[in-house]
């Protein structure tokens, strides 16, 4: 961490009452410019995705997992069926496809299951015990009744007067530092 | 209904009138000219048109129990769709004149992948003298006879059409009093009515398809006719909420999200078909028993191979993975040729069922396959057109209940 010259703050977090209030934040910051930016609500808002431009990569991996397990199940009884373990079963071929189909099934199943619950959590960034936002009291609010929107430190646009004069214009009821 | 909707209804409902007539023309020559092949393509077709207004019934049902924006959507279209159920059980008459005639003898035929050679047009089991010298059709003959097989047919029918129109009936007084007794009754006939559908549909698929084979069994097979009607009201709901999509009160919630709801119960459906399909077939080709297999001998080993093929790509996996996409789903002009495939799969679907039976040495069509099911579809699609425009699409009530829902699934 040494290396890496902090700067001295995380962000400019400003507070919002209403849901309306963080998209039109949001929308308007897009608009000027920022990247580095991150929305906070107490329930799902829709509208966030699109203002946000939020791309949600997760189905194609979780696509990936289910043929990776599709073809895991195949290649596991062609190789104990076929090369390993071959059994006559009612005079059937060693390679009797029909009943690998019910296995891989399962296992594309298993695998795009697994590929969803912890693509999920690598891509959101969990578990993280710690977050520069938790030295902001208010920011509990966020899981109950209010609406934050950030403003990142490391964004090329950011200058503190001007991301605070920004934020300002958005009519928010606070607007804070966060400590890095 | 507004005039735009109307007329465009009725130039759809004219063009399926004028083909279904052609259609319903060439098979009535048909049946004068090569009556053994009119029977055998007719209840094809018969089954084919059954699916929808069946279909329509099964998901009006599921609905009232499930609730939902999708089915509030389409529910006038479902709605109409159970009123052409009289239709459907009146096109049934020609099935059961192949079953209470019997041919010239010496026009015998000699079909089933049991080769059953006797006198009969359609069910070897219609023919005494067959029955009274094969031991096994003779054991089957408490149910499998004439009297009972029409027996049960108006039975069926009689059901589907109390609960139909006891639905309808308590929709309707819903509609225009607003009285919540009248919506619980839909509520309360449809709890029970899907078990008794469960039930009716899977008696008729074993009478109307499986008994051309008497000596074939398998207790999946209602349940995949069942599946497949569902999945041909569903997909026609799709091309249909597109034809009204532009028109009022349509406009306010034919969108998007709604193909989108449609297009992933039709997967749903898509993928429940291939369950049952497939596992009917996997359970068959275990057991690898005498009485079971040569359904499937003749149904994947000739020509007719190119049929089951032409199913496991079309029926399945294409549908499938365009359907899990989202961005197809959403989009009227994406989802809608998907749902036009699977109407048309679902027709070689009954193809691949009912026909090899009459053909079990190679794959065989003939003109009346495909006159038979595009006269009856197309006078099916006019009557139901008909009806759709013989009711009110709005009401004060049933708009209510659209826009709440609509404000629930999609903010």
């Not at chain 1, 902090?6 to 209030?21: M, N, Q, R, V, W």
């Not at chain 2, 496991?312 to 789903?329: G, Q």
């Amino acid at each position: 961490m040494a290396a890496k010259t902090h700067s001295p703050i995380h962000g400019l977090l400003a507070e919002f009452d209403k849901p309306e209030a963080l998209v039109e934040a949001a929308r308007q910051a897009r608009a000027a410019g920022y990247t580095k930016v991150e929305a906070f609500s107490p329930m799902p808002i829709h509208a966030l995705d699109g203002v946000l431009g939020l791309k949600n990569r997760l189905p194609f991996f979780v696509l990936a997992g289910g043929i990776t397990g599709m073809l895991t199940g195949a290649a596991l009884q062609y190789w104990t069926s076929v090369i390993e373990y071959p059994t006559d079963i009612g005079g059937r071929p060693w390679l009797s496809w029909p009943a690998f189909v019910v296995p891989m099934f399962e296992t594309t199943i298993l695998f795009a299951a697994l590929t969803a619950v912890f693509g999920m959590l690598i891509m959101n960034g969990l578990p993280q015990p710690y977050h520069p936002l938790f030295h902001v009291k208010r920011f509990a609010e966020a899981t109950r009744s209010r609406f934050f929107f950030l403003i990142e430190a490391e964004d090329p646009k950011f200058d503190l007067p001007s991301v605070r004069e920004f934020l300002a214009r958005q009519k928010p009821t606070s607007i804070e530092e966060v400590p890095n | 209904m507004n005039n735009d909707l109307r007329s465009k209804l009725d130039r759809i409902q004219r063009t399926a009138l004028v083909v279904g007539a052609l259609g319903l023309l060439l098979v009535a020559w048909g049946f004068v000219s090569d009556r053994g092949q009119f029977y055998r393509s007719y209840l094809f077709a018969f089954t084919c048109v059954a699916m929808f207004g069946l279909g329509s019934l099964a998901l009006t049902m599921i609905h009232y129990l499930t609730g939902g924006f999708w089915g509030l959507a389409i529910r006038r279209q479902l709605e109409a769709g159970i009123r052409t159920l009289p239709l459907v059980g009146l096109m049934f008459v020609p099935v059961a004149l192949a079953i209470v005639t019997q041919p010239e003898p010496g026009a015998a035929a000699a079909h089933g992948e049991h080769g059953l050679a006797g006198n009969y047009w359609l069910y070897p089991w219609t023919d005494h003298a067959l029955v009274a010298s094969d031991h096994l059709l003779h054991h089957k003959e408490p149910w499998l006879n004439v009297n009972g097989f029409l027996g049960r047919t108006i039975l069926y029918f009689v059901i589907w059409l109390a609960m139909g129109f006891g639905i309808l009936r308590a929709a309707r007084k819903f509609d225009e009093t607003g009285d919540p007794a009248a919506e619980k009754r839909a509520k309360y006939i449809s709890g029970p009515g899907v078990l008794i559908f469960a039930l009716t549909i899977t008696g008729a698929a074993f009478d109307w398809m499986m008994s051309l084979d008497p000596k074939w069994y398998s207790t999946m097979y209602g349940v995949i006719y069942m599946v497949g009607c569902g999945l041909a009201a569903m997909a026609f709901s799709v091309v249909f909420t597109s034809w009204v999509k532009d028109h009022e009160p349509y406009p306010a919630f034919a969108k998007g999200p709604l193909f989108h709801d449609l297009g992933t119960l039709m997967f749903a459906m898509t993928m429940l078909w291939a369950y049952t399909s497939f596992s009917q077939g996997l359970i068959i080709w275990s057991g690898n028993i005498a009485e079971e297999t040569p359904w499937y001998l003749v149904r994947a080993e000739t020509s007719w191979q190119i049929v089951l093929i032409a199913l496991a790509v079309l029926h399945f996996a294409l549908p499938f993975f365009l359907l899990l996409m989202r961005r197809i789903k959403r989009d009227a002009s994406f989802v809608v040729p998907v749902a036009l495939l699977l109407l048309v799969m679902r027709h070689v679907d009954m193809y691949w069922q009912v026909v090899p039976v009459f053909h079990p040495t190679a794959l065989a069509p003939h003109w009346m396959d495909f006159a038979a099911p595009v006269g009856l579809g197309g006078l099916w699609l006019a009557f139901f057109l008909n009806r759709f425009k013989a009711h009110p699409v709005t009401s004060p009530r049933h708009d209510t209940a659209v826009q709440a829902a609509l404000g629930h699934a999609h903010h």
